[in-house]
């Protein structure tokens, strides 16, 4: 009997080994596949990108240099919040070399359906609050906290995340283009916390 169960444990591991490679493998590829789509979604036309990660606050940013012949054209910056009332925002933010926002993409959220996951809605009123204006020009928080951005309606903990997330891709952008050295970066991301429902009353 002993040795019949050390079988079937033995088995059954390598099953699970097995199953663990595949779907490891397939899942790489996805998050790959998925991140260069966010790439050509946010960044103007390019040949190639360089990639270097960065921390800020904690957390672990990835930053993508977009570069058309010698010339750079624009950074994309994989920015994270842990405040989501679902917990994990992660985000693509564009930028041109100026500074200028061209686009956000969605990568990760875990929202309340119908609420904070209007965020990856085309237009929505977080995305128009940044979308092709100049980073520098926007007091990255929501309204209700004195910013310049539009919440989603009864979500203001998603809103705060997704403003805050930005913020953060923001200050990257400054170091990695040279505007601002990596001492003087100071992070204009949001950092509150609030208790309640999603829209944070």
């Known amino acids: 009997m002993v040795v019949v169960l050390g079988l079937i444990t033995l ?11 595949i779907t490891e493998e397939k899942i790489a590829e996805a998050k790959a596949r998925a991140t260069s789509e966010a790439l050509e979604a946010v ?10 990660t960065t921390e800020a606050d904690g957390l672990q940013l990835t930053i993508n240099k977009a570069i058309a012949g010698e010339q750079t054209v624009g950074f994309a910056v994989e920015s994270i919040s842990k405040n989501g009332f679902g917990g994990v925002v992660r985000l693509m933010v564009g930028f041109d070399a100026e500074g200028r926002i ?7 959220q875990t929202e309340t359906p119908g609420l904070g996951t209007k965020m990856c809605d085309e237009g929505n009123p977080l995305l128009a ?5 100049m980073a520098a020009d926007v007091k ?8 310049d951005v539009d919440a989603l309606t009864a979500a203001t903990i998603s809103s705060r ?3 805050e997330a930005v913020a953060r891709a923001y200050e990257a952008f400054k170091v990695a283009s ?3 050295s990596e001492a003087q970066a100071v992070t204009g991301a949001s950092q509150q916390t609030t208790k309640g429902g999603e829209d944070g009353k």
């Open 140 to 147: 990255m928080s929501v309204r209700k906290d004195g910013g």
């Open 11 to 21: 088995i059954s591991a390598a099953c699970v080994g097995v199953v663990n490679m």
């Open 43 to 52: 960044l103007p036309a390019f040949d190639r990108t360089e990639s270097w």
């Open 129 to 133: 609050s940044f979308k092709d204006k």
């Open 178 to 180: 040279g505007a601002q």
């Open 102 to 108: 061209l686009n956000i993409n969605v990568l990760e």
């Open 161 to 163: 995340a997704y403003a």
